[in-house]
């Protein structure tokens, strides 16, 4: 995140200059995030602009990710900022999650790891313990449905073979694939990861429902033991 800092409040600041007035004539996409927070705001405080509250809540928070996460009272302990900020700019990012839901492309049959990574990366970029989900599949590679099979704590989930193919028995699918994401956001498998991988592969193989691909989601990046040659 840039170390820019607004030198004074908005309303002293040439018009034409301002985060609305720029916003309105060269579009939102112009904005830094902080300006964008700080159109939000539409005030600051008596010490500091609506724009410069807004870099101060970004450099407590690190970036946006983290602030998304952030609860309520957390937001609220950052000098500046009241009940009222807080609702606010936890109202606007959970538009911005629900608009990037119904807006990113969909993914409905399943070709490679990347088709899974659009399908559900950006729900695995949201947790922040790990999480372990299921892809059903039909006979084509079309998605069934995405099954959630355990979350857990920050040194892993377990997922038993029963639980990962419960619902593959139950809803008929022809082939599952399996994903889970690592809290430390680097994706490489561990021994673990691979071990299971090899024992889920044995149990489609006994139940005739095979498994296509283990992929792990770390910060941004994903890697498919299939296409590491490890399953």
Same mark, same amino acid.
């Given at each position: 995140?840039?170390?820019?800092?607004?030198?004074?409040?908005?309303?002293?600041?040439?018009?034409?200059?301002?985060?609305?007035?720029?916003?309105?004539?060269?579009?939102?996409?112009?904005?830094?995030?902080?300006?964008?927070?700080?159109?939000?705001?539409?005030?600051?405080?008596?010490?500091?602009?609506?724009?410069?509250?807004?870099?101060?809540?970004?450099?407590?928070?690190?970036?946006?990710?983290?602030?998304?996460?952030?609860?309520?009272? &957390?937001?609220?302990?950052?000098?500046?900022?009241?009940?009222?900020?807080?609702?606010?700019?936890?109202?606007?990012?959970?538009?911005?999650?629900?608009?990037?839901?119904?807006?990113?492309?969909?993914?409905?049959?399943?070709?490679?790891?990347?088709?899974?990574?659009?399908?559900?990366?950006?729900?695995?970029? &949201?947790?922040?313990?790990?999480?372990?989900?299921?892809?059903?599949?039909?006979?084509?590679?079309?998605?069934?449905?995405?099954?959630?099979?355990?979350?857990?704590?920050?040194?892993?989930?377990?997922?038993?073979?029963?639980?990962?193919?419960?619902?593959?028995?139950?809803?008929?699918?022809?082939?599952?694939?399996?994903?889970?994401?690592?809290?430390?956001?680097?994706? &490489?498998?561990?021994?673990?990861?691979?071990?299971?991988?090899?024992?889920?592969?044995?149990?489609?193989?006994?139940?005739?429902?095979?498994?296509?691909?283990?992929?792990?989601?770390?910060?941004?990046?994903?890697?498919?033991?299939?296409?590491?040659?490890?399953?």
């Amino acid at each position: 995140m840039s170390e820019f800092v607004y030198p004074t409040a908005v309303r002293d600041m040439p018009e034409e200059d301002r985060p609305r007035e720029r916003l309105a004539r060269l579009g939102a996409e112009a904005l830094r995030d902080a300006e964008l927070i700080g159109v939000l705001f539409r005030t600051g405080t008596r010490e500091v602009g609506a724009v410069a509250l807004a870099e101060r809540l970004l450099r407590h928070f690190g970036d946006l990710r983290a602030l998304a996460q952030a609860s309520l009272e &957390e937001i609220r302990e950052v000098k500046g900022i009241g009940a009222v900020k807080a609702v606010e700019i936890k109202a606007a990012l959970e538009l911005g999650k629900r608009l990037a839901v119904h807006t990113r492309p969909a993914a409905t049959r399943i070709r490679g790891a990347r088709d899974v990574a659009d399908l559900l990366m950006l729900q695995f970029k &949201e947790y922040e313990t790990e999480h372990f989900k299921t892809i059903l599949l039909n006979i084509r590679n079309d998605v069934l449905k995405v099954v959630d099979i355990s979350s857990g704590a920050l040194d892993g989930t377990p997922a038993a073979p029963r639980e990962v193919f419960r619902k593959a028995v139950r809803e008929n699918a022809g082939a599952i694939i399996v994903c889970h994401n690592h809290p430390s956001g680097d994706p &490489e498998p561990s021994r673990t990861d691979i071990e299971l991988t090899r024992l889920l592969c044995d149990a489609g193989a006994t139940l005739g429902i095979p498994l296509l691909d283990h992929v792990v989601f770390g910060d941004g990046r994903f890697v498919s033991l299939k296409e590491r040659g490890l399953m």
